[in-house]
T-cell receptor, first 113, second 112 residues
Framework: DVKVTQSSRYLVKRTGEKVFLECVQDMDHENMFWYRQDPGLGLRLIYF???????EKGDIPEGYSVSREKKERFSLILESASTNQTSMYLCASRSSGAKNIQYFGAGTRLSVL | GESVGLHLPTLSVQEGDNSIINCAYS??????FIWYKQESGKGPQFIIDIRSNMDKRQGQRVTVLLNKTVKHLSLQIAATQPGDSAVYFC???????????FGKGITLSVRP
């Protein structure tokens, strides 16, 4: 079974803090994704990466950055957290095979106070 | 259908009945579709997929139907069980950079 692990289930941070969300997958997948999920807005893509050290902006990259130093790990960084970044963050990965099935982690619920 | 407000639409079914969850997708160029299930406190989980060259695909207790003419996708769950209670959403692959476009989801509530 594919396993995507997000390091924290719940995080509480203060406005202005630098926040790191970590994601690790164990299936040697090339592609990894970060989404945020908000009520009524569904899943919105923040950033994705199709290879080590490669990254692409998604639909809502503002206020976020990412790091992919190793194939299995994809980190989402909030340089200076703001209250409007309070959300559920979901990491996903997929292989570069024919089917675009993304496998998700359990999510990190981030509250910025 | 898909949610347009803060609250997801809810489908309430009696345990043992069949459920039909609908999704309207946006891009006529999409060639691959996926249904996900998201239980409370968990990440989305793959249920079933279908390519655009098919109009029906069956899994265990689930069937996905695709109508490309009207850009409509449905998920049928046979003999719905309490464990089926979750948010369900569809995703379409337009072939652009590995990205999927997700619907906003529908909550399935199973009455005992």
């Amino acid at each position: 079974d594919v396993k995507v692990t997000q390091s924290s289930r719940y995080l509480v941070k203060r406005t202005g803090e630098k926040v790191f969300l970590e994601c690790v997958q164990d299936m040697d997948h090339e592609n990894m994704f970060w989404y945020r999920q908000d009520p009524g807005l569904g899943l919105r893509l923040i950033y994705f990466s199709y290879d080590v050290k490669m990254k692409e902006k998604g639909d809502i990259p503002e206020g976020y950055s990412v790091s992919r130093e190793k194939k299995e790990r994809f980190s989402l960084i909030l340089e200076s957290a703001s209250t409007n970044q309070t959300s559920m963050y979901l990491c996903a990965s997929r292989s570069s095979g024919a089917k675009n099935i993304q496998y998700f982690g359990a999510g990190t619920r981030l509250s910025v106070l | 259908g898909e949610s347009v407000g803060l609250h997801l639409p809810t489908l309430s079914v009696q345990e043992g009945d069949n459920s039909i969850i609908n999704c309207a997708y946006s891009n006529s160029a999409s060639d691959y579709f996926i249904w996900y299930k998201q239980e409370s406190g968990k990440g989305p989980q793959f249920i079933i997929d279908i390519r655009s060259n098919m109009d029906k695909r069956q899994g265990q207790r689930v069937t996905v139907l695709l109508n490309k003419t009207v850009k409509h996708l449905s998920l049928q769950i046979a003999a719905t069980q309490p464990g089926d209670s979750a948010v369900y959403f569809c995703a379409e692959d337009t072939g652009a950079n590995s990205k999927l476009t997700f619907g906003k989801g529908i909550t399935l509530s199973v009455r005992p």
